[in-house]
């Protein structure tokens, strides 16, 4: 008889302005619908909320660059978290729409997150780093 250990993650704590929340609360609706918005809401519902100039670590927000790894394939990436818009893969610009835009919304230098896609793959990332160099978003 073989024991396999599960290992249970801990979320990580996220963070999320008043504003980016205000925003993205009325994207997502009452009722998402795809595998993306749900995740976003799942965590937008348990982010802490913090003022625009929030002078502590810096965290994945909208405007964001951040880099980040795929611990699945050891990959590192550079992207900037933008709103569905602006979104472009050619320009590194992610969606908070979507998966990986939602898993890394609000999570600080060091942080990872899991999450199972809809076709039931799981994924984890690990930020590496987080800059904020842009204005705050205002509504």
């Known amino acids: 008889m073989t024991k396999t250990k599960s290992r249970t993650i801990k979320k990580p704590r996220l963070l999320i302005t008043t504003s980016d929340l205000e925003l993205l ?5 009452h009722r998402p619908t795809s595998a993306a918005a749900k995740l976003l809401g799942e965590e937008l519902d348990r982010a802490v909320v913090v ?7 810096p965290f994945c927000r909208i405007g964001s660059r951040v880099t980040y790894e795929d611990q699945g394939s050891g990959q590192t990436r550079e992207i900037q978290l933008v709103l569905p818009a602006d979104s472009d893969i050619d320009k ?6 979507s998966l990986v835009g939602a898993a890394l919304l609000g ?17 984890r990332l690990k930020v590496l780093d987080v800059v904020n160099d842009h204005a705050p ?3």
């Open 25 to 29: 609360e009325s994207m997502v609706g």
């Open 51 to 57: 003022g625009e100039f929030f002078n502590g670590r």
């Open 92 to 97: 590194r610009c992610v969606s908070v729409l």
């Open 107 to 123: 999570l600080t230098t060091d942080a990872e997150f899991d999450w199972t896609d809809d076709r039931g793959r799981p994924h």
């Open 137 to 139: 978003h205002v509504g």
